[in-house]
Every structure is written in C-alpha cells, then in structure tokens.
C-alpha cells in the first residue's frame, strides 16, 4: 500500500480524490511529484475509480513551484526537475484512461495553474484566484502556461497576464473560458462531487474515447478531422457499453455498463 506524506489519496463512490497537503503552502516539490505521480497511476489502475479529482488543503490549491528549492539548484538541475513536473506530468495525465477535475479555492499559482489546467474541467471557488508570476518573481516566462494560456484565452489576454504576472480572479476566469464553472466557496466541494458523480455513472469505455478524442483533435489539422471522427464513433459504436446504452434509451431504463 502506498503511503504519502504531501497529499491524501482516497476512493468513494467512484470518485479518487488526491489532495496535496504541503503546509502553509502546498508548494510543489520533487517529492510531491513522484507522490501526485504514484496517486495518478493508482487511481488509473482501479477499475473502481471513474474520475479523479485533485485539489488542496489550507488556504488554496497550490502556491505553486517551490522558489526557495529551486533556488539551490543548478541549470542542469532545474532542467531535470521542471522536465518531469511540466513534461512528464503533462504526458502522464492526458494518459489517463478515465477524466481528471479540479477543484480550486483560494489560489493556483505558477505551476498550480499547471496542475489545474492540465485536467479536463476545473470547477473553482468565486473567492479563488489564478496567477502567472514567472516574469516578475523569475525574471523568466511561465513555462507550460504560455501554450495553456494562449489556447485557453487567446494571445492578447494572454500576453496580460505573462508579461504583468497579476492574478485573475475565478469570476473573471470563468468569463473567459479558462475554467469550467465559478460556485460559492461553502459549495465547492459538494458541487464538485456532484458534478463528478455524474460523470461517474458514464460508460468507462465512452469516457475513455472521448476524452481520447478530444487531445487528439486538439491540434488536429481540419482535413483530417472528419475521418478521424468517423473511425472514432465507429469503433465505439461495436462496444458493448454503446449497445447497451442504445438499448437502455430504447427501453427507457438505467444502463448497467460493463467497461466492454
């Protein structure tokens, strides 16, 4: 059994809950990678797991990227660590066979927003902000969140909030597109979890080619948009879960899925 000492992992109801606990802060370390590294391949690997949801205790997700460790190392050595944590992490997580939220409040900073924005949803507290502080605090860009913010939000808001570092509130993030939904901070994790539950009683199989389809056409030239998405409705379609969901919808009943 795997033990952590910078975050909890537990199962319910379907649902994996990773949360960091790295007092006051929740900075993110190497040892924390490995640990939020060792909770995604656990929660990946059990078939009773549907959705994973990451967030954080105290005051906010994360503050990011511990400076003061970082601080200590050499170019080779700061190569190596933020290659696994943006990298590495980045892969790991678009790997997973099964969707990954989270849930935000009081603050995502720097590599927090990596964290975040690499999940599929992110639901946040009306009280929570995100920030960018790479120029400012390093005198050097935000890494990942160049190509997260761009995409997300577009070049000109974009550039804002890089070159300026200040934060956004949840609110104005929500505005924008960057996250899913904006809830009172007494609701947040009841509306979380609601909203994972019923993400949670889909098909596995539907799921996992959904979310298999959308980081393929991401970036996907349109030309082969429409063949791709043929062969992916197609190959679902033979699936036991799309025939028994077909069956369930004619027979006006629950489908009882089997991960076929």
Same mark, same amino acid.
């Given at each position: 059994m795997n033990e952590f000492?910078?975050?909890h992992?537990?199962?319910?109801? $379907?649902?994996?809950?990773?949360i960091l606990d790295n007092p006051p802060a929740n900075v993110i370390n190497p040892k924390m990678t490995s640990e939020y590294f060792a909770a995604l391949d656990l929660a990946n690997t059990n078939p009773d797991v549907k959705i994973i949801i990451i967030s954080g205790r105290g005051k906010g997700l994360s503050g990011g990227v511990d400076l003061k460790l970082l601080d200590t190392? $050499? /170019?080779?050595?700061? #190569?190596a660590f933020l290659s696994r944590f943006y990298v590495e992490m980045i892969d790991k997580v678009r790997a997973l066979s099964k969707p990954i939220m989270a849930s935000v409040h009081g603050y995502a900073m720097e590599g927090a927003c990596t964290l975040a924005f690499a999940c599929d949803m992110v639901i946040a507290s009306s009280d929570a902000k995100f920030g960018y502080p790479g120029v400012p605090n390093l005198a050097a860009p935000p890494g990942m969140h160049v190509w997260f913010l761009q995409r997300l939000i577009g070049r000109m808001k974009a550039a804002e909030l890089i070159y300026t570092g200040d934060t956004i509130s949840a609110i104005e993030a929500e505005r924008l597109g960057m996250?899913?939904?904006?809830?009172? /901070?007494?609701?947040?994790?009841s509306e979380s979890r609601k909203l994972a539950s019923k993400v949670a009683e889909m098909s596995p199989v539907g799921l996992k080619s959904a979310r298999e389809l959308i980081y393929r056409m991401e970036n996907m030239d349109f030309k082969t948009v429409p063949g791709t998405a043929l062969d992916a409705v197609a190959l679902a379609f033979a699936s036991e879960d799309s025939k028994e969901a077909r069956r369930a919808f004619?027979? #006006?009943? #629950? /489908?009882?899925?089997? $991960? #076929?």
């Open positions: 000492s910078l975050l992992y537990t199962v319910k109801d $379907g649902i994996a809950d990773i190392y $050499g /170019p080779t050595e700061m #190569k996250i899913t939904r904006v809830v009172a /901070p007494e609701d947040l994790t004619v027979e #006006k009943r #629950k /489908p009882v899925w089997t $991960g #076929k």
